[in-house]
């Protein structure tokens, strides 16, 4: 088993690191002790929709924090939910949930397994179903389980109580969800579970019911969303602001390396998976201003990239950025191509590479002084190419190409 | 199969006597001409709970129009909703609705098939357990079905929006009997529903739910609460104003000569079987004051004592009363006893007869005037007993007894 080594203060105080709330914190603390006493992992539960999983970086802040109590000897219960997936909505009103078959539901769990697998330690992770034991409930044990919950209790909840107020539809089904997801915490006896701070009712609701089932009421922590490379909106596929677990390592980087000063912080915070102490002496001495924000932020693209695609491939983006960017350096991987001396014209070259759609879109570039020879501006539309040289091109902020002339 | 020989009109204006509401007319109407068409019968609906039932006059207010569409021919489905009486309130506030076994709700259900019996033809009546559709759903059968109507609409019944304005508690599931009694409906391809008034939210549902299973609604029809006997209050056991169907001839047809005028004319429109317009000729007269009131009230208590002891019965008690009441004539079955000549204390008499219970009880009585011989007020104590005579003895208005003396 696995040996509860930090102390439960110190637990603690990462858990609280970038979290939005703990509730209650006192009644975490006791847990953690207790735990740490006996040497009894705690049960934490962590609840996923089992659509089509396509996780981004928004999601690994709360998975970060599963790892974290992974890591502290804690176990963890990755709850797919596909026995409410099975609830359609017969009223069509509710385009956005489809009736997932078992097949799909079986497949984005292993999906969801590869992708989680890149934040969680999945050897040490229980992977359940909630349709293990919701599937076994009659319509009469579905009922006698609502008679737990009230009516008002439910319509506390932020969005229903706003649609009530604007008269807007709210199915009866759509109030039996929270009671669902809360009886699962029942089912698992968890101590903790974990959420985005939009799932703070459904998770209270977990207590609600443990506490109506006569067990130890599970604590909450909820994380903050993060917004997306934008900077704005949340960060979600739909906004085409995220940053994909699966991206390559020079697009993470490079989406990493846009985001803002500000959001950097947030990130640091909540991405970073260094211990809190050094965080938190970034994130000051960049509000000091001694450290350079860009420092600063390729230190960070180039941890998170580490994490998925391995420490060296961080570094060597990181070096390619600044080769890049900072020294104009040529990359190792440029891209080469042979051509015999004489004068070219580069729209034909460019066309032929597929890096313009039209000669209209290269002549574009040109007069944008987006074309560099050797890191020069070049307004022409031909160049003369020295036998036995080679010339550098570089063509938009991120395209490099190099021509070996014969 | 039953011949439908009331033409549709007729039968619809037997049916809106008395009753609060038919939503919507024009469609019972078309229903009925339909069915007279086809010679088909309508489908009718009637639940009750499977709680002991102790029938009184108060519910055949409904069973009588029941009785009376099968009398036109139409199909009576009396429906125990035995399901729902298997869910108890784990949280302990709701005590009115204690857990039914199978063997209390089978045994409670042949009590009712007897009292109802005195009402509907039972041949012809179809006696129908909804726990045998409702047993049979999955909680995801019960999920789907919830997912057919709205928070908001079920809110909108009179009862859960004033509990929910003065924020006192209604667990979720006493949402979901509303949806099963209307899934009853969808099951049984009701046509129409009878209720009394304080269920027209739960029969509404039903049309609901029917439109959303795409079948053709039911419609519905109330019938209005009776006051009991005190004229203040609805007809209830709790309140003691009631005429229970298994009353004795004699309470019964005294306690209907016990109710105000005013109240009963409401029993006519709604306890009577005689026909409509021999009906409203009777109301109409009492209000133009062309029949004595008293003389429609002996008239009434005698048909509604006929129904449940045999016409012979109600003439029987008409004639007792008329005996007592108004020609103070000795009935028949007068208790009588055998005294010898001589004083007596009518005190120790009573008591021997268990009429009163003390001897301070039989003076009040005296001095109150509620002891008569022969007729008169007597005032003493004593009564001196004559040879060969017999004496009449009234003690409060309705026991007499006939002393023989030897």
Redesign the interface.
Known sequence: MTRITVSPEDQLKELKRGAFEILPEEELLKKLKKSFDKQKPLVIKFGADPSRPDIHLGHTVVLQKLRLLQDFGHEIYFLIGD?TA??????GKNKTRPILTEADVMLNAQTYKEQVGKVLDMSKTNVVFNKDW??K????????L???????A??QRDD?SKR?TN?E????????YP?LQGYDSVHLKADLELGGTDQTFNLMMGRHLQY?YEQEAQCILTMPLIEGTDGVNKMSKSMDNYISLTETPTNMFGKLMSISDELMKKYYLLLSRKPSQEVEAYVAALTAGTIHPMEAKKSLAAEITGYYHGEAAGKEERDKFEARFTKKQIPDDIQTINKPAGAINLLDLFLELELIKSKGDGRRLIQQNAVKVNFENHAAESLNLEAGSEVILKIGKLRMLKIIVA
């Not at 099975?86 to 009223?91: C, V």
């Not at 409930?137 to 006698?144: A, E, N, T």
């Not at 539809?169 to 039996?176: D, G, K, P, Q």
């Open positions: 026995y099975q609830i359609g909505d017969p009223t919701l599937g409930f009659s319509g009469l044990d579905l009922i006698k609502m008679s737990r919950a009230t009516v008002g439910i319509l229903f009530y008269a539809a709210i199915y009866l089904h759509e109030f039996v009671i109506s």
